[in-house]
């Protein structure tokens, strides 16, 4: 299902896709946390985890302002309901926001920036997939109107 924004709030050139996949972060000091990527796009997608997230990826984050983009190693499954394992796909991301939902959930936007060849063709087919299911939803919701 592809998430849309109102237009001008969307700094992303392509859909966003909802998601929920297993991720393991790494901030340049090698500080590791786990997240949920909750939607994802041809150029970046959005994590989500607890306070321990924030706290480790960006440390001392309740004490910055403008918070400055920071380099992060991540690691995702493919497939829903599967750990970061062997089958991944393994990019290097700059952060682009971080947004604190609750006092103990947070977001954090990340664009891509390095990928492997191998990693982006995995990539490019999660995209393919998401894009087909999309379509089939949106021909489906089409039949349904009168």
Do not use: W
Not at 21 to 42: C, D, M, W, Y
Not at 81 to 100: K, M, N
């Amino acid at each position: 299902m592809a998430e849309q924004f109102p237009e001008g709030s969307d700094k992303r050139r392509s859909f966003r896709y909802l998601v929920t996949l297993e991720a393991e972060v790494t901030n340049e000091h090698g500080a590791q946390s786990p997240a949920k990527v909750t939607n994802i796009s041809r150029d970046g997608l959005r994590l989500e985890g607890d306070r321990r997230l924030v706290e480790e990826v960006f440390p001392n984050y309740p004490l910055q302002r403008g918070l400055s983009r920071q380099q992060l190693q991540l690691r995702m499954a493919l497939n829903e309901g599967q750990p970061v394992g062997d089958d991944r796909i393994e990019l290097v991301c700059t952060s682009v926001y971080v947004l604190r939902l609750s006092k103990s959930c947070y977001q954090i936007g990340v664009h891509f920036c390095q990928i492997d060849d191998d990693s982006r063709s995995r990539l490019e087919r999660l995209i393919a997939q998401l894009e087909a299911v999309n379509t089939l939803e949106k021909i489906r919701d089409s039949r349904r109107r009168p």
